[in-house]
């Protein structure tokens, strides 16, 4: 049995437990509750005929370049960096982050989520914005916790590059 450990990064509240929450059960629920620290879930996917176990370390939102602990990306295969499309600065976050993690653990597949793709008519990122991150090579795919779209996609696809390194 392969296990792969799968980090959630993230500002405060874009999603990463709701969109794990959909993930592993299959449910959502509008209460927000604050991650504290890292919460661990797993789930086994099939990939090419091979079963595949993934951790996946739910972390804490950071709001700061002092608030990411560095400390939990430890020993990850890969990572989701998770921005919500109705708040443009979540975005700048995840670039930051995904700066960080790559400083920290180096060059392991990742993608980034848009998430809330179910309020896209409040979306404040652009579709420019988007292009552009595409335009550089970055796998970026919309989801939504609350809706489901997208997200098995995005486990499956991380889980995928995984298998391939």
């Known amino acids: 049995m392969i296990q792969k450990k799968i980090c959630m990064l993230g500002a405060s509240a874009v999603g990463k437990t709701s969109l794990v929450k959909r993930f592993v059960e299959s449910i959502y629920s509008d209460k927000y509750h604050t991650t ?78 848009f998430n809330k793709a179910d309020l896209v008519d409040q979306w404040s990122i652009t579709d420019r914005e988007i292009a552009a991150l595409t335009d550089k090579n970055w796998q970026v795919i919309k989801t939504s916790a609350k809706t489901g779209v997208g997200v098995e996609e995005a486990f499956l696809r991380l889980a995928q590059k995984l298998m391939e390194t």
Do not use: C, H, M
């Open 36 to 113: 504290v620290g890292v919460k661990i879930d797993k789930k086994q996917v099939q990939v090419r005929e091979q079963e595949l176990t993934l951790l996946l370390w739910d972390i804490e939102g950071s709001e700061t370049k002092q608030d990411f602990r560095k400390s939990y990306l430890r020993g990850a295969s890969g990572y989701l960096v998770v921005a919500d499309g109705t708040r443009n600065d979540t975005l700048y976050k995840a670039l930051e982050i995904q700066t960080q993690a790559q400083e920290t653990i180096g060059t392991v597949p990742y993608i980034l989520l």
